[in-house]
DNA sequence: TGAAGCTCTTGATACAGATCAACGGAAGTA
DNA sequence: TACTTCCGTTGATCTGTATCAAGAGCTTCA
């Protein structure tokens, strides 16, 4: 079932400058006038619940959403494949942009939680854009932006230890976190073991006993899903690791 | 604005019309007078010979290139990690479309062959975007279909055999010059086993081993960087492979 | 013409991580 | 309450692929 967007009047003060998020989302950087027509074709925030569909793989694409709350993960299933991981969408990040051009949607993407959603429907942000070359701009670079995630993604899948893949995932994690105002060194995984296993090419036994090896050498403190990052330094050594990979990379030097 | 004879010369045709690879390039779809736009601001085709590059990682990002004959590979290199291969580019495919909105090239580029670029200057092509709704158009779904691509090549890195890997990047391949007119069955590799195995994350040893195995089977035939598909069935097939992994998949039907 | 570099192939061995299996706890449900 | 289902942990084994090693072709260049 789909949540049904609210109507609303047009207010005076564009919501999105009022929103937490304004500092990491789409609009950044419009003027007042242009937020004001920005905040005019979204539709208010949806509510998700765990589990809950936003997107199914195959369906129209009809419009960009940007997470205010909560997380959802995108999946891709292939034929004759077990159905895949590809992507976190943490708040302040949008979904749907790699439906663009196409009709239909690449995966589908679920709440992993309880989460908002703020609808940006595309043809009605193309006629904006039309007019806005700073929010041309903004969505460029945020595709752009996922461009260069999605190939550090796959650098990080061929070629590296599992230590290595799980020490980059929650850095990663850590970092978006920390650029959205929470801490850096204590947060909660909205993802199973399992989804973590699928998105970083790994078994999820084996995600569970890297997880307690990092913990015997300190560098972090899991309990279930609650999780402490207790030496960054640590970390990033095992992101970085100096494997026989790595010997073999200085020959280039 | 350039002052246009009654009598347009010769010389006014847009070139990219002649283009043979027109169909398949970014001005698709462009009335005259926009292609002709877009001519202008075109810079003519730049000579590459083999092992030279069109940019490097770092660099400050300028332009977009439209591939017009040979081929390259992108490389990325990680501090205290073997740099990897993350693209391969056949003509008609658009290089730096992953360093807009940085100001530098996110990796390095480089010809695998003799090979000739058209450049575009990108703040150039942004103002004719501002007026030509296709060409806007066009750059989205260019880059959506990337960000695809790269999600594909996410899924084949995790959770993928050797010979899957190498049976989809042959298949790929085939398709790709299959769409530029040239034939599915018979090509020439103009990438290193080496590439090869940086690029879909196995050893060159292995890569070696599996085409080996490819041809025992009657899938393909190689002599060196010649190949030939004898048997495109038994390669997809290879591809699709039903592995442990898809029998586990198979539950979630 | 040979020497020096490459790239590619092929064989032997080692190991990271998948898979199989069993169990305990948490959350929802009848 | 007990039942089911999902999730996470931990142990034992197995295997695909990396790694090490050696040699064969092909280019390039002196």
Redesign the interface.
Same mark, same amino acid.
């Not at 891709?76 to 895949?84: D, F, I, L």
């Given at each position: 079932m789909k949540p049904r967007p609210a109507q609303r009047p047009r207010s005076a003060v564009p919501r999105c400058e009022r929103c937490t998020l304004h500092a990491r989302c789409l609009p950044l950087g419009l003027e007042f006038d242009a937020l004001q027509s920005f905040d005019d074709i979204i539709r208010l925030p949806q509510a998700l619940k765990r589990g809950q569909a936003l997107m199914r793989q195959g369906a129209p694409f009809t419009s960009l959403y940007v997470v205010r709350s909560g997380s959802l993960k995108q999946t891709?299933?292939?034929?004759?494949? @077990?159905?895949?991981v590809?992507h976190f969408y943490l708040p302040g990040e949008i979904v749907g942009?790699?439906?663009?051009?196409?009709e239909e949607c690449?995966?589908s993407v679920v709440a992993l939680e309880s989460a908002f959603v703020c609808e940006l429907p595309f043809t009605r942000l193309?006629v904006l $854009?039309?007019r806005l070359?700073e929010l @041309?701009?903004r969505?460029? @670079?945020?595709?752009? @932006?996922?461009? +260069?995630r999605?190939?550090r993604?796959?650098?990080l899948?061929?070629? +590296?230890t599992a230590d290595q893949r799980l020490a980059s995932f929650l850095l990663g994690l850590s970092e978006r976190f920390s650029s959205r105002g929470l801490s850096p060194y204590r947060f909660f995984l909205s993802m199973s073991r399992s989804d973590i296993g699928?998105?970083?090419?790994?078994a999820l036994e084996t995600v569970s006993r890297v997880l307690a090896r990092f913990q015997e050498q300190g560098a972090i403190a899991v309990a279930g899903r609650e999780l402490t990052i207790s030496d960054i330094e640590a970390l990033e050594a095992l992101a $970085?690791?100096?494997t026989g990979?790595?010997r073999?990379?200085r020959l280039?030097d």
């Open positions: 891709v299933a292939q034929p004759e494949q @077990r159905a895949q590809t942009l790699d439906a663009i051009g196409e690449h995966g193309e $854009a039309e070359p @041309r701009g969505l460029y @670079r945020c595709m752009s @932006r996922e461009l +260069r999605d190939q993604m796959m650098c899948l061929s070629g +590296r699928s998105y970083l090419g790994l $970085a690791e100096s990979a790595t073999a990379a280039f």
